[in-house]
């Protein structure tokens, strides 16, 4: 008898809090039901500046660069809605040579309801012996995984009679979350996401500058022995405190190959001039 009667005085106010609850989680499900499902995709390109190169009319003082490889391993990627758990998953770390390509490369994609994916999150990170080969032959996969390396370039760089290459390695890791992606899924059609990688950032003067110049006459200079290749131990030998460009801020950064490997933290973008967090 006071069971029944307990069951009789529910608080009026929670019961309706209650079913207005049980009312959001099944408009939310109905909602997906009525726009339906299409196609969720993911891309990875280095747009014309890596497939190309970089023109010396962007440079602010005459060089001009082109990329035989850019090589970069990244995974972890995670595509959702706004506020909620990832739609499209994929953890995979793989190597990509973005210099090879002509035009964006598809990774992957996945069922998803019809709507918009403005958070997407993925990781810049070393190669191990579990990177896989994207669209990077086996032996550039090699290369990154036997040195440990997120991120490898090889090209030149020239400016009238003056030819410089370089080759180089670094270890950077970073994590890009979130990035503001611009995808939004038709129903019955599809939308992709796009890790764009900026290739020029590593040519930047200032870490800091919201406007900062691409040059490479520093990195020139520091080719100290004069036999056309600048490496990264010489990089690393030249001072850049008393240069004008080159701003660091507070960043501990004192020599040029400091400054590259901050530099190359921050090239992971999202549907072409998106930003990430890092």
Known sequence: MNSSKNRRIINPLLALALSAGLGLVIGCDDAD???????????????????????????ADGFGVTFDSFLINVGEITVAREGEEPT???????????????????????AAPAAAYGHTAYTLAPATAGSEAGNATAADRQLLVDHG????VEGQATNGTVTKTFAWGFTTQAVYDPCHSTAEVPDGGQATVQLTIHGDHLFYDDATSEEPALRFSDIAQADVDADGEVTLE???????????????????????????EHMVATVGHIDGEGHCSF
Do not use: C, H, M, Q
Not at 88 to 110: E, H, K, M, Q
Not at 234 to 253: C, K, M, Q, R, W
């Open 33 to 59: 039901a009525t726009r339906g499902e299409g196609t969720l995709g993911v891309a990875i390109w280095g747009e014309e500046f890596i497939e190309t190169g970089i023109p010396a009319s962007e440079f």
């Open 88 to 110: 499209l998953t994929a953890p995979a770390f793989r190597v990509y040579d973005l210099a090879s390509l002509t035009g964006p490369l598809a990774i992957t994609t996945t």
């Open 149 to 152: 390396w997120s991120l490898y």
């Open 234 to 260: 010489e990089l690393a030998a030249y001072d850049i405190t008393a240069l004008p460009n080159y701003g660091v801020g507070s960043l501990d950064i004192d020599d040029l190959r400091g400054f590259l």
